[in-house]
């Protein structure tokens, strides 16, 4: 059974940075490309950054260039990602998912970022 552990959320003053993890479990986590997305207070989920099952392609949505960056450790069944240069607007729950399986989520980690 597909099974995603998010961590590494906190509270932190807008240009901090923080680091989230998602540990993966339950299918072969290095053949599938992978994916972070958040959700902010009142909003829909929205899509945040991928990388595919290698790390060798990364992607990101417009509003996290240059300062997200996505990256994953096969032999750590992981997938990370590093916020830089925090704004007000990043404040959300944040989620990882694998493609393969984009019904499967976990409980989310907590990002609020303040002034």
């Known amino acids: 059974q597909v099974q995603l552990v998010e961590s590494g959320g906190g509270l932190v003053q807008a240009g901090g940075s923080l680091r989230l993890s998602c540990a993966a479990s339950g299918f072969t986590f290095s053949s599938y490309g992978m994916r972070w997305y958040r959700q902010a207070s009142g909003k829909e989920r929205e899509y945040v950054a991928g990388?595919?099952?290698?790390?060798?392609?990364?992607n990101y949505a417009d509003s996290v260039k240059g300062r997200f960056t996505i990256s994953r450790d096969n032999a750590k069944n992981t997938v990370y990602l590093q916020m830089n240069s925090l704004k007000l607007e990043d404040t959300a729950v944040y989620y990882c998912?694998?493609?393969?399986?984009?019904?499967?989520w976990g409980q989310g980690t907590q990002v609020t970022v303040s002034s």
């Open positions: 990388i595919t099952s290698t790390g060798g392609n990364t």
């Open positions: 998912n694998a493609v393969r399986w984009p019904n499967y």
